[in-house]
Every structure is written in C-alpha cells, then in structure tokens.
C-alpha cells in the first residue's frame, strides 16, 4: 500500500518561504503524475501545482503561479513544493497525492489522484 507523508509545514510571516517534502513508501513516485493540493475550513479541496510522471509538464493554480515552484527526485522517492513570497490567503493544510495508474499527465483533477498524505498545515501571518 502506497503510503505519503508530508513534511515542512508550519508558521511563517507574509512575505517568506516554505518548502513541503512529500516522501512515498510502499511506492514509487517515479511513473506517476503527482500534485499538491490545499484545503481551508468549509471550503472543497483546490488544486495547487501538479507534475507530470516524467517531470515534463507542471501546471500551477493562478493563485500562486510564478510563486511556487513543484519539482520531484526520483531517486529520493519525494516530491517537493518551494513557496515563496508567501500570502495570509495561502494559509492552509497541503496535501500531497499520486495517480494511480503509471504515465499519467499531470491533472488538477482532486478524483484522478488515488493516494493521499495526511496533510501538513501551513499558517501565514500578515
């Protein structure tokens, strides 16, 4: 069973950086298309930045494009989210996912990712 954890959140001020770890086991990340996704109280799950299985296309929410940056190493079996110039409105717990099935494109589709951390809360001060 595959299983993500997810590391680096926490409380920062308006302005800095953060970068989210999500490592794998019991599974690879390296043939699969691979996200990161946010959730705030009382709001539906939103897309944030996903990767395609070969690292050949990412995609980002408008909300932090140009800000976060999503990478993985295959090797180290983790996937990576670099926030910078963060915003009070980026407060929320990340989660990382992985598709379920081998060389998928890289979708921002909450339903087409089959495996889940837990999530990791990130607070940003004003």
């Known amino acids: 069973q595959v299983q993500l954890v997810e590391s680096g959140g926490g409380l920062v001020q308006a302005g800095e950086s953060l970068t989210l770890s999500c490592a794998a086991s019991?599974?690879?990340?390296?043939?699969?298309?691979s996200g990161w996704f946010r959730q705030v109280p009382g709001k539906e799950r939103e897309f944030v930045a996903v990767?395609?299985?070969?690292?050949?296309?990412?995609y980002y929410a408008d909300s932090v494009k140009g800000r976060f940056s999503i990478s993985k190493d295959n090797a180290k079996n983790t996937v990576y989210l670099q926030m910078n110039s963060l915003k009070p409105e980026d407060t929320a717990v990340y989660s990382c996912?992985?598709?379920?099935?081998?060389?998928?494109?890289?979708?921002?589709?909450?339903?087409?990712?089959?495996?889940w951390g837990q999530g990791t809360q990130v607070t940003v001060s004003s």
């Open positions: 019991g599974g690879t990340f390296r043939n699969y298309g």
């Open positions: 990767i395609s299985w070969n690292s050949g296309s990412t």
């Open positions: 996912a992985r598709r379920m099935y081998a060389l998928g494109y890289a979708s921002t589709r909450v339903e087409e990712y089959g495996y």
